[in-house]
Structure formats: C-alpha cells, structure tokens
C-alpha cells in the first residue's frame, strides 16, 4: 500500500525527518509552517491562504472525521503538502464520504505521516517558518535539499492569482440553518448590495455576508475602481489570500482609490494587510506566524479568542496617517490584529470572524459592516 511507502522531508537548513507516504505520491516544496487547532483540517487544507505552503499538524491524529462535502472553503485543496505524526486511514464520521488519504490522491496532494511533529515545529518555532520539500521517490536528503532550497521564497511573492476568480460571479449559496447561527437569510431585491475583491476568499465568509443580509457579488483581485463601481456596491469587502502582501501592488492601488470614495470597506487577514498598506502602513513577514484557533486579541480591555491563518502583519509604528487607528492587538507578541478609520467607515482584522473552523468570538464585525452600509445609505 502506499501508505507504507517510505517518505522523505527535508528543510531548507538541511534538517530531516523520514516516515511514510500517504495521499498522492511524488515530490512538492512549499513554506513550511505549523496549524495547531484540534479540529478542522478539512477547512484548513482548502483554505486559499494556504497556497504554496505545506502544513504540519501540531495535534497528532489527522484524517478521523475523513473528508465530506459541506466542511471546504474552496473548491480543491489548496496545500502544497501535508505533514502529520498519525494517519487514520479508517474515518469514523456520519458525514464523510471519503478518507483523507484518498481526497489527497485523487487531488494529487503528497501528505508524510509518522513524523515527530513535536520536534518539527519546535524547530520551525526556533528557526523560523522556511522552505521544505516532501518526496516519495527522491529518498536522497542531498537530492531532495536541493530541491527545497530551489523553492521561491514567499517573501516578495504575489500567489493572489493562483486563487483568485476569473470571472465575477454572485454568491448564491445561503448556507445550512443546521449550522448557521444568527442568519438572516437575504432578501435578495432589498439586500445591501457587497462587492467582494477575491483574494483568495473563504466560503464561509461569503456565507456569514448572505447570513447577515447581504447580497455579494465576488470580483477578481486584479479589478478596476471602475469595474468594481459597475455592481453599486453599498460596501466593499477586501478578502484574505496567500502570500506576500507588499507584492499585491494592484489590489494596495485598488484600495487606495476606493478610501476616496468614503463607501463603507471590511477587510480580512490579506484584506487587512492591503487596507493597512493602502492606508500608508507597512507590513513585515513575522518569524513563524500566527496559525490555529485560540489566538487570544485584545480590544477596549476586552479579549477575544481567534481563529487565525497569516505570516506577515502591519508595523504597528508604521502609520504617519493620525486618522488610522489600532483596534486590536495579538497578546502574545502585541502584533497589529485590527485597524480603524476614525472619520471613514472604513475597518479591517488580521483575524478571521468568520471561523470555519474556530471560535465565533467575533462574528459580531459583520453585523458592524452591515451597520455601515445601512447608515450610508441613509
């Protein structure tokens, strides 16, 4: 079987850890970096933010709930590759219709399995996130260094149009009772109309905007001011993605033209990243990132417990701009989670309101969108 084919990581600073082979085989290089929620990797693996990256499970058993049709953000899987301690090749949920090992060969995904991922991501905590690459079939270190070093660095890299659509399209999916808390289901001739700049969005943002009244039409990432002003928005949402946000210069030149028409802006992770360069901020890329769903981020003496998926964040002393406000800040290392206009209807968070998987601390920030766009009308 497969599963039992020997496997081979090995990192940008040579270090190596051999195990097994499950999903696809073959060899991938991707950023390697570390998730550590217990639950949801199923959202994890398709989410869009993780493009060009492998993932290491810090929680020891993958794959028991198996694979099922509602719990994805995407329509594919979006990771590069996967490292885990175990592999349940067996699922036990009343909703899977497939095993993980077999969702990854049929998508063509290299997963590793017995690795000490402990050890794994205390080296990544110490040494930083980095390149690596996973092979089936070069079991060679020196061979398969090479490959890892080869990899381009997700420093300076724009992977927004990996992700992105191609075409705009209104999203009509108003999500299941069962699940969704708090819905309002859209009418959609009355509902406040939003135009969603794609970035690499979640599903379930999508979901959570339609639940709180919203009609969203999603456009490319790489659409004009006028493009954008064709749909009548009542409010503009910025979405999460991958990569370098620095080098999304269309979508920070986008932004900047839209913060003139004073029309009431959201933005998410990526999105955040953009508004806070297109506000006049910087960004830096952090040493191994935030990634998992207990990040605790703080707000008038207030803290909430986050889901969150990002590895660069926005200079807190960046801003020359007085109108921009800090709202939220990371409580383990003071990084900037959330920015404010203080005249314009214009916010952003580094984390993800929107959950899918994570705590629902935060939902509350689209009902505040929602506010916007309605006192804007007026």
């Not at 850890?17 to 949801?40: I, K, W």
């Not at 009343?94 to 017995?114: N, P, Y």
């Not at 992977?159 to 009509?172: G, M, N, S």
């Not at 984390?351 to 969108?369: M, Q, V």
Request: aromatic share 8%; net charge negative; with cysteine.
């Amino acid at each position: 079987m497969s599963s039992k084919l020997p496997a081979l990581l090995v990192l940008e600073d040579g270090k190596t850890f051999r195990g097994f082979s499950f999903g696809a085989l073959g060899t991938t290089t991707g950023e390697l970096v570390f998730n550590t929620g217990m639950t949801g990797y199923q959202e994890v693996l398709t989410d869009p933010s993780y493009c060009g990256q492998i993932v290491t499970f810090t929680y020891p058993e993958l794959g028991n709930t198996g694979i099922n049709p509602e719990d994805v953000e995407s329509n594919k899987l979006q990771v590069r590759g996967i490292v885990t301690r175990n592999i349940a090749q067996r699922p036990s949920n009343w909703r899977a219709t497939i095993s993980l090992t077999e969702h990854l060969q049929q998508e063509g995904i290299v997963g590793i399995a017995g690795v000490d991922t402990r050890a794994l991501t205390r080296h990544l905590r110490t040494q930083g996130a980095m390149n690596g690459a996973i092979s089936t079939e070069i079991l060679d270190p020196h061979v398969l260094l090479a490959k890892a070093k080869a990899a381009p660095s997700m420093k300076g890299r724009d992977l927004v149009p990996e992700v992105t659509t191609a075409r705009p399209y209104t999203w009509e999916d108003q999500g299941d009772s069962q699940w969704d808390f708090r819905a309002q289901k859209a009418e959609f001739a009355n509902a406040l109309k939003v135009v969603a700049l794609d970035f690499g969005i979640k599903w379930n943002i999508l979901r959570r905007l339609v639940s709180y009244g919203c009609a969203v039409v999603v456009v490319p990432a790489t659409s004009t001011l006028e493009e954008i002003l064709s749909h009548k928005p009542d409010g503009i949402f910025l979405s999460n993605g991958p990569g370098d946000p620095a080098a999304v210069t269309y979508g920070v030149e986008t932004v900047k033209q839209l913060l003139d028409l004073g029309k009431p802006v959201f933005g998410i992770c990526l999105g955040h990243q953009i508004l806070g360069l297109a506000l006049g901020g910087k960004t830096h890329k952090l040493k191994f990132g935030h990634r998992g769903l207990n990040q605790p981020a703080s707000f008038n003496s207030k803290v909430e417990i986050t889901s969150q998926n990002h590895g660069f964040v926005v200079d807190s002393d960046s801003f020359q701009n007085m109108e921009v406000e800090i709202t939220h800040l990371n409580l383990n290392d003071n990084t900037v989670e959330g920015l404010r206009h203080r005249s314009l209807p214009i916010f952003s968070v580094q984390y993800h309101p929107e959950a899918s998987p994570g705590p629902h601390d935060a939902d509350y920030l689209f009902a505040e969108f929602v506010e916007q766009m309605q006192k804007a009308k007026v």
